[in-house]
Nanobody, 130 residues
């Protein structure tokens, strides 16, 4: 089983940028689909971005499209989420999640669904405020 640890959260001003990292240990993330989710108090967890093992499987939430990028460094076994032009509504606890998918079966739409994933990190808090 893979273990996930997020880092990179913090306080950012509106319009700023940040990069979150999701470090994997125990297994290579290369055979896992990975997703980033966020949650604020009183709301359900929502998918922000996802990257599948299928080269065509990638997902971005509409509100972050064009200002966010998800990618991986397979050598470091880390998945990243970079976000530009941060908005107050981007505030939340960001968690990464993974599901083993060597068969490349997880499609783009499933990457946004928390129920797709079996392993979660503990989360890192992002606060966008002036």
């Amino acid at each position: 089983q893979v273990q996930l640890v997020e880092s990179g959260g913090g306080l950012v001003q509106p319009g700023g940028s940040l990069t979150l990292a999701c470090g994997g240990s125990g297994r290579s993330l290369e055979s896992f689909a990975v997703g980033w989710f966020r949650q604020t108090p009183g709301t359900e967890r929502e998918g922000v971005a996802g990257d599948g093992t299928n080269v065509f499987a990638q997902y971005y939430r509409d509100s972050v499209k064009g200002r966010s990028t998800i990618w991986r460094d397979y050598y470091k076994n880390v998945a990243y989420l970079h976000m530009d032009d941060l908005k107050i509504e981007d505030t939340g606890v960001y968690s990464c999640a993974a599901i083993e998918d060597p068969g490349k079966n997880v499609l783009a739409g499933a990457l946004a669904d928390p129920a797709t994933y079996t392993t979660w990190g503990q989360g890192t808090r992002v606060t966008v405020s002036s």
